[in-house]
């Protein structure tokens, strides 16, 4: 009789692993504090994922003074911490190698660091891309547009995107 | 061969006197009829290949009625009715649908993971979410064997591979892993030729890919080739030989390549470190050897070892040109020798790789040489006739040898 049961429990392991990473955006979503970050879109078309756009933030291209830790030169895992400006857009104010203490508006986003323009660090925050309905990525790719995007981020340094509008 | 052509061909030896009319029906009841019955054996593989698309596309068109929530109960509920039937199917004795429903299951898991990723904006930056896909795939390929999941898997991982480094430049080294010890093991002991082949092919790809990650040390590609040429040696009797027919492949392009920038002086190359590239390199060429002593197919590895040889280091002593003409020289030597075995064994097909590889190294010396000081019309028109002058020489070659030597074993 065991030897029947072997496989549910191979098909209830991947509907775990399906569940398991829906739960960890939910959990994001619901612990999570809104921060709003400004942004520009421009429309690549992917074959595998549908239709998107790719999102360009003022906070990935940040100023290694920054980081304080060795230059660098390789892709780095890094926490980038962001605080609000006046204007209540989040603007990254520090960018560390080990999980930061954040206070009050403040916010924590993991990301991945690599060499930019001299003086400059590009950080990827796994948040660069949105996905829309069939061929609606041209609206909002219209030039010279900026967007404001509010994206839920986790105390654990998850963000989820929320919704994007325009700025002006 | 096809049954068809037996049953024709028969016919007409028996009309010649070569074989009996009792001998004849033996032939063909040696080989019964066993290719119709596999190609409408390979009908429910296509279906699945098919829906298994329609999955993907539907997922992938962004249904927007439906809630993400409710998307992912949708996928989960497909993926469990596709595993169950086909362990159903698997348990009631039919192999093929049983394994084409569970190839499903598995294309449904990707399909929930990209579901997942578009629904939350997610980009991972790697090969993450093919890494998480293969892992089932894997593991049913290993449970139920099969041509179809291994090429699922083969897809995965290759795909998985290919999208992580064009999308986002990133080599997963996980993906080249579960590609060489998971498929590895499989087609190791599988035995299938197919399949050794594909496998042979697609580890030689993930491993340029590899030293294509590395830009100016790229050239460690040399030392990788001659390691998986070691290994092939070593490891595998069913794996020996595509390996080392990818591997000298991809030696030999790495030839004409470097003949090419090494002789025009624009473009210079840098090296990988000299002093780690020359004892790794020393230690698998005597592995090699070593190991090619103890078979006795020396003489084989003389020619294919032209093609390894690190000349760029000598660009010091002998200038980059020279070294670049060395390469030339050395691909020439092997399709020469290849060629010149090919005719001793009388072996069509070597024969034939020989006349391509020859053909291909005259024609791109010449492209390269002759390119810069001559009118173009000229060149196209000589060009033109060498290639044309030297595929009738090499095939007149090819059908006296052929067909002097009567009763050759590979004539067809």
């Known amino acids: 009789m065991k030897k029947n049961k072997w496989w549910i429990g191979l098909i209830v392991l991947q509907v775990l692993v399906l569940l398991g990473i829906a739960a960890s955006y939910y959990a994001a979503d619901h612990y999570g504090k809104d921060i709003v970050l400004k942004t520009k879109p421009v429309d690549p078309s992917d074959v595998f994922y549908g239709d998107y756009v790719t999102l360009n933030y003022e906070i990935n291209e940040v100023s290694s003074s920054l980081w304080n830790g060795k230059s660098i030169e390789d892709p780095t895992p890094v926490y980038a911490v962001l605080s609000p400006d006046n204007d209540g857009l989040y603007r990254v104010t520090k960018v560390t190698g080990d999980r930061p203490d954040v206070k009050g508006q403040q916010v924590y986003l993991k990301g991945k660091a690599t060499p930019s323009m001299e003086g400059f660090l590009h950080l990827e925050y796994g948040l660069e891309r949105y996905y829309v309905k069939d061929n609606t990525g041209k609206q909002l790719e219209s030039p010279h547009r900026e967007y404001k995007v509010t994206v839920k981020v986790a105390s654990w340094g998850k963000g989820v995107i929320q919704r994007i509008q325009p700025l002006n | ?412």
């Open chain 2, 1 to 412: 061969m096809s049954d068809k052509w037996l049953i024709k061909e028969g016919k007409t030896w028996v009309q010649d006197g070569i074989i009996t009319e009792e001998q004849y029906k033996q032939i063909l009841s040696k080989y019964p009829d066993g290719h119709s019955k596999q190609g409408i054996g390979l009908i429910p593989v296509f279906a699945s290949i098919l829906i298994g698309l329609g999955i993907l596309s539907f997922i992938a068109s962004n249904w927007d009625g439906i809630s993400p929530l409710y998307r992912l109960v949708l996928l989960i509920a497909v993926l469990s009715v596709f595993y169950t039937a086909g362990h159903v199917r698997l348990k009631k004795g039919n192999p093929v649908l049983g394994r084409a429903f569970i190839a499903l299951g598995i294309a449904s898991f990707g399909a929930g993971l990209i579901l997942l990723g578009q629904t939350f904006h997610f980009v991972s930056y790697d090969a993450r979410t093919f890494i998480i896909w293969s892992v089932p795939a894997l593991l049913y390929l290993y449970l139920f064997r099969g041509k179809l999941l291994f090429f699922i898997s083969f897809a995965i991982l290759t795909g998985g591979q290919l999208y992580a480094l064009s999308e986002f430049s990133s080599y997963s080294y996980v993906i080249l892993i579960l590609f060489a010890i998971g498929l590895g093991w499989f087609v190791s002991a599988s035995k299938d030729k197919l399949l050794t082949w594909f496998f042979s092919a697609g580890l030689v790809l993930h491993l340029v890919l590899y030293a294509l990650t590395l830009e100016d040390n790229w050239l460690w590609l040399i030392v990788i080739l001659i390691g998986l040429y070691a290994a092939a040696e070593g490891l595998n009797q069913n794996l020996a030989s595509p390996l080392r027919f990818f591997t000298t492949g991809a030696a030999f392009i790495t030839s004409l390549l470097l003949y090419f920038f090494l002789t025009n002086t624009a473009s210079s190359l840098d090296y990988p470190d000299p002093l780690w590239f020359g004892i790794i390199y020393i230690l698998l060429f005597a592995a090699v050897i070593s190991l090619i002593m103890k078979k006795g197919t020396f003489s084989s590895f003389l020619k294919t070892g032209l093609l390894f040889f690190p000349w760029f280091y000598f660009t010091f002593l002998i200038g980059e040109f020279t070294a670049g003409i060395i390469y030339l020289i050395s691909a020439f030597l092997f399709s020469g020798l290849l060629l010149t075995e090919g005719y001793q064994k009388e072996e069509r097909s070597q024969i034939n790789w020989g006349i391509i590889l020859f053909l291909i190294v005259t024609f791109i010396a010449y492209i390269n040489l002759a390119w810069s000081f001559m009118p173009k019309s000229l060149f196209f028109l000589i060009g033109g006739i060498l290639l044309f002058a030297l595929y009738f020489f090499l095939q007149k070659k090819k059908r006296d040898v052929l067909e002097e030597g009567g009763d050759s074993h590979e004539k067809k």
